[in-house]
């Protein structure tokens, strides 16, 4: 152990990333993956975005903004939030930060006090744990079921509240069960946080990618909220702009202002170059963006009856782009299931169990591969259940 070992503050969480390290190695071995286990759009960056950081970088338009980011930026995001959500917010009350995750460290950063417990929608996606027990605090999940699609149950979350209880992060769309809380359960959920004096944390990173009937509503839209609510939306996932690093928080002024200086001590500003290249996702065609998602709908209605028919089920995915699938089916937990089709069949997924989930029944299906690969996969996928069903 080094010197640095014995040194490292309590609140730093050993995380276990054996697992992922071990696919990751086994897939290193093979030449025939097809990998359906991670978040990043298999889409190129629109070529529009990118000519945009080229102009950028010719301009020598690569020094340091200010840490809340380029006003023009800013502005732009207040306008789409307003046309897309019907969210208020001025320039002067969003913060753009290096992706949604830096957002996420800033907001625990300064509202998470030693002691206090963060509600969070679970499954979920982890990075939330981390910071929270980073600032001292401790994170509670908030159960979802797949008898209701994953979506949010109102008195989970309040058969969860203690004295102790500072703020509830509510994902919707949700990763890794893409599931869509419905704007009556919101709203619920609204009337919870004014009684119980909560703060809400409204992670909207998947809101542009709703498949109908589904509805996004965002919370901070109802009275009484916004004053509540901190609203955390990017680029990475919407525009295929994972490796660029631009998300955002937009929040009221008074705690804008207060993290300002936070936010530059943790990374000064987000890359210039990247933020030129956000500017121009949002003011430039949206063409490739609708072609995206008509892209990833045609591939989910392909995928949920190919599932059905291998045994398997889920919760409806009304949004983002994740089936979260029970394969209990097969008598196997899922880590053992995932890992065995890797080295068997060379197809990758994730177990939800790397999504907080104590259950050992059920992946996660990343449907970011062109759809023939998609449909390669679901063959071995189903061959391999049926094996291990008839091995039984």
Same mark, same amino acid.
């Given at each position: 152990m080094s010197q640095f070992a014995k040194h490292i503050a309590p609140r730093i969480v050993e995380e276990d990333g054996s697992f992922r390290t071990k696919m990751l190695g086994i897939a290193a071995s093979r030449s025939d993956v097809i990998a359906l286990g991670r978040g990043d759009p298999d889409f190129h960056t629109p070529t529009h975005i990118v000519e945009a950081a080229k102009a950028a970088l010719d301009a020598n338009a690569h020094h340091y903004t200010g840490p809340t980011g380029l006003p023009q930026l800013r502005a732009a995001i207040s306008a789409d939030l307003r046309v897309s959500y019907g969210l208020d917010y001025t320039a002067d009350e969003i913060v753009v930060t290096a992706g949604v995750q830096e957002s996420i460290m800033l907001c625990m950063l300064a509202l998470c006090a030693p002691g206090e417990e963060v509600l969070i929608t679970s499954p979920r996606f982890t990075t939330y744990d981390t910071a929270v027990h980073l600032c001292g605090g401790v994170p509670v999940p908030v159960p979802t079921h797949e008898k209701d699609d994953f979506a949010l149950d109102v008195a989970e979350i309040e058969a969860r509240i203690t004295p102790r209880t500072r703020m509830f992060v509510l994902v919707s769309p949700n990763n890794p069960t893409g599931a869509v809380t419905p704007p009556d359960v919101i709203r619920k959920i609204a009337d919870l946080a004014v009684k119980h004096d909560i703060l809400i944390i409204a992670d909207e990173i998947y809101a542009k990618m709703i498949y109908a009937p589904n509805e996004h509503l965002s919370i901070a839209t109802l009275p009484g909220m916004k004053e509540r609510t901190i609203t955390l939306n990017g680029f990475s996932k919407t525009y295929a702009m994972t490796g660029w690093r631009v998300g955002y928080l937009a929040?009221?002024?008074?705690?804008? %202002?207060?993290?300002?200086?936070? /936010?530059? #001590?943790? *990374?000064?500003?987000? =890359? #210039?170059?990247?933020?030129?290249?956000?500017?121009?996702?949002?003011?430039?065609?949206? %063409?490739?963006?609708?072609?995206?998602? +008509?892209?990833?709908?045609? /591939?989910?209605?392909?995928?949920?009856?190919?599932? $059905?028919? +291998?045994? @398997?089920?889920?919760?409806?995915?009304?949004?983002? @782009?994740?089936?979260?699938?029970?394969? *209990?089916? $097969?008598?196997?937990? +899922?880590?053992? @299931? =995932? %890992? /065995?089709?890797? /080295? %068997?069949?060379?197809?990758?997924?994730?177990?939800?169990?790397?999504?907080?989930?104590? &259950?050992?029944?059920?992946?996660?299906? &990343?449907?970011?591969?062109?759809?023939p690969m998609i449909q390669e996969a679901m063959r071995r996928i189903t061959a391999f259940a049926q094996s291990v069903r008839v091995a039984a």
């Open positions: 929040a009221p002024l008074d705690f804008v %202002e207060k993290v300002t200086e936070p /936010r530059h #001590t943790l *990374s000064i500003n987000t =890359c #210039t170059v990247s933020q030129h290249a956000a500017l121009a996702a949002l003011t430039g065609p949206q %063409e490739p963006l609708q072609a995206m998602l +008509a892209d990833y709908a045609a /591939r989910r209605d392909w995928l949920m009856p190919a599932l $059905t028919a +291998a045994g @398997f089920t889920y919760g409806h995915p009304g949004g983002a @782009f994740y089936i979260y699938t029970n394969i *209990s089916s $097969t008598g196997m937990p +899922a880590p053992e @299931f =995932c %890992e /065995r089709l890797l /080295r %068997e069949t060379g197809v990758m997924l994730f177990p939800g169990t790397m999504f907080g989930d104590d &259950s050992t029944d059920y992946i996660r299906i &990343s449907y970011l591969q062109p759809l």
